[in-house]
């Protein structure tokens, strides 16, 4: 496993982690002040400031993406399918522009939370059959761009609102079907908050090989979690062996960025800096 103790040349950000401290350009300037060489942005951010402008600024800045989040949110009745679709490949046009190495596939629960508007369902088994839908149609989109999608599986407690994957093994069996060649174009985004309680996550782990683990993201469980989305810990505040995580990943040969993603109304309302800079002394010791 590799050593970070001696620096964060693996730290990257997800810019999620201070979106209530600053805009896309204002996490950038923090990023460069604090010596992070990578970031993965999320699509409202970008927007925000204009494609444009975020490419620019991620090109001035000499930073690296470890993804960008996030397409996905596939689950939607029949008036709201095409909707998602379009989303889904401007998604992919965008992580192209902005030189993202994949695409974070957050897949959906019930169509009414996930494309608002649609018809409101209670079939979880249907929903998971148009997300296996739902990928394959944007991978062949994705494949002409050249862009790799990663799934990421969601804790079970966002089953119905955010991602009807929940285990690593689903993910997994989606990408066996959808990609058997294993060519890289289809993977998984392993975040530790998701995956740490899952008794099958080092085999898991071993499973998706290289090929398979297109990212990692840390952060922390807290206990007790008071708001199941915006309630993440610090690394080293809560009880997830991130450690242990990190080494079955990097057996597999994963050398890819360790991706910082904590949503918490607590690390929201400290000041940029400060955050970053526990970012990275978390990174160094507890990662
Ligand atoms: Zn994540």
Redesign the pocket.
């Given at each position: 496993m590799r050593d970070f103790s001696n620096g964060h040349r693996w730290l990257s950000l997800?810019t999620a982690t201070v979106r209530k401290q600053g805009d896309l350009t204002a996490i950038i300037d923090a990023c460069a002040r604090h010596g992070i060489r990578a970031i993965d942005p999320w699509r409202d951010q970008v927007a925000a400031i204009g494609l444009d402008r975020a490419v620019k600024a991620v090109r001035d800045a000499g930073l690296e993406l470890s993804g960008y989040c996030r397409g996905g949110m596939f689950v939607a009745d029949a008036a709201h399918r095409i909707e998602a679709r379009d989303d889904n490949r401007r998604a992919v046009d965008e992580a192209k522009a902005l030189g993202a190495p994949c695409v974070?596939l957050v897949a959906g629960g019930l169509p009414q939370y996930s494309r608002p508007g649609s018809a409101a369902s209670k079939d979880i088994a249907g929903a998971r059959a148009e997300v296996h839908d739902g990928i394959a149609e944007m991978l062949d989109y994705a494949k002409t761009a050249n862009m790799p999608l990663a799934i990421?599986p969601l804790h079970p407690a966002y089953a119905a609102d955010r991602a009807c994957v929940n285990t690593t093994r689903q993910a997994l069996d989606i990408c066996d079907a959808l990609n058997p060649a294993r060519s890289g174009a289809l993977g998984v985004?392993l975040?530790v908050?998701?995956i740490w309680w899952d008794p099958e996550v080092l085999a898991q782990i071993a499973r998706a090989g290289k090929e398979r683990l297109l990212a990692f993201?840390v952060c922390d469980w807290l206990v007790p979690t008071r708001d199941i989305l915006n309630d993440r810990g610090m690394m080293g505040d809560g009880v997830i062996d991130i450690k242990r995580l990190r080494s079955a990943v990097e057996a597999q040969g994963f050398a890819g960025y360790s991706e910082i993603?904590i949503f918490s109304n607590d690390w929201w309302s400290k000041p940029m800096d400060e955050v970053l800079q526990t970012c990275i002394a978390r990174h160094r010791a507890i990662v």
């Open positions: 997800n974070v990421e985004a975040d908050y998701h993201h993603e």
